[in-house]
C-alpha cells in the first residue's frame, strides 16, 4: 500500500497520468485476484493481447500491471511468448511470512529510526489480516531502522491481503472464516500496542499473528 500523496500538476497531462495510474491499478488488482484464484492455471502461457481484450483494455496498462506482478513471482513475461503464470505454491506465500516474522524477530538495523507514530487509518485499506500484518509489521521495522526489511515486506501487501480473503483461501483449499475471530482478536492488540507506541508488545502479536497466518493452510483446509 502506497502511503504517498499525489500531488496534481499543470494541465491536462498530469490528469490523463492519473487516469492511466489508475486504470493499471485496476488492472493489476484483476490480474492478482485471476492468478491466486486460478483463473489463470499454474503454468499458463497467455498472450497480452488475450488478457488486454479480455480486460476491454489496451496492452499499455496490461504491460504496467504485470510489472508488479512479475516482482512478486507470481508471472514470468517472455519476449515471443507472452505472460507466463508461474508454478507459485501456497508454501510460496507462506514463506513471505515466515521471512517477514523473522524481520521482526531479528531485526537489521541500517537506517535511523523513524519517529512516525502509527496511525489507525492505515488500516482501511486492508481487508484482511495478512494486510494487517503488512501495515503493522512495516511501521514496527522503519520504527526499528529497518527500512529496507519495510520495504520489502510493504511491496507483499497486496498480495498478502488478497491471499487471505474468503474466496482466493478457499480457492487455495484454505477455510479461511475458521479461528478468524482468534486472529483479530491479535490484531486489535498489536494496534493497541502500536499506538501506545509499546514496540515489544507490538512485536509479540505481530509474530503471534505471523504464526497463525503461517498454521492456516495446514489447520483449516477446507472440504472442498
Avoid: K
Wanted: hydrophobic share 45%.
Amino acid at each position: 500500500m502506497d502511503r504517498s500523496t499525489s500531488h496534481p500538476g499543470r494541465g491536462g497531462d498530469d490528469r490523463g497520468g492519473i487516469r492511466r495510474s489508475l486504470l493499471r491499478d485496476a488492472v493489476f488488482v484483476r490480474l492478482l485476484d485471476n492468478v491466486l484464484r486460478g483463473v489463470y492455471r499454474r503454468g499458463q502461457r497467455i498472450r497480452l493481447d488475450t488478457i488486454a481484450d479480455d480486460m476491454r483494455v489496451s496492452r499499455t496498462p496490461v504491460r504496467e500491471a504485470l510489472a508488479p506482478l512479475e516482482a512478486l513471482r507470481l508471472v514470468t513475461v517472455q519476449r515471443y511468448v507472452g505472460v507466463v503464470i508461474t508454478n507459485w505454491t501456497v508454501e510460496h506465500m507462506t514463506e513471505r511470512i515466515r521471512i517477514a516474522r523473522t524481520m521482526l524477530t531479528e531485526p537489521s538495523a541500517g537506517t535511523e529510526s523513524s519517529i512516525d507514530r502509527f496511525d489507525p487509518a492505515w488500516l482501511r485499506e486492508c481487508v484482511t489480516e495478512g494486510g494487517a500484518f503488512v501495515e503493522l509489521g512495516s511501521w514496527w521495522l522503519r520504527r526499528h531502522g529497518a527500512a529496507v526489511s519495510a520495504d520489502w515486506l510493504m511491496s507483499q501487501h497486496a498480495l498478502l491481503d488478497a491471499f487471505f480473503t474468503d474466496d482466493v483461501a478457499l480457492a487455495n483449499g484454505i477455510d479461511a472464516v475458521v479461528a478468524r475471530r482468534e486472529r483479530m482478536q491479535i490484531v486489535d492488540r498489536a494496534v493497541a500496542a502500536a499506538e501506545a507506541d509499546a514496540l515489544d508488545e507490538c512485536a509479540v502479536a505481530l509474530v503471534e499473528l505471523a504464526s497463525a497466518l503461517i498454521a492456516m493452510p495446514d489447520r483449516f483446509r477446507s472440504a472442498a
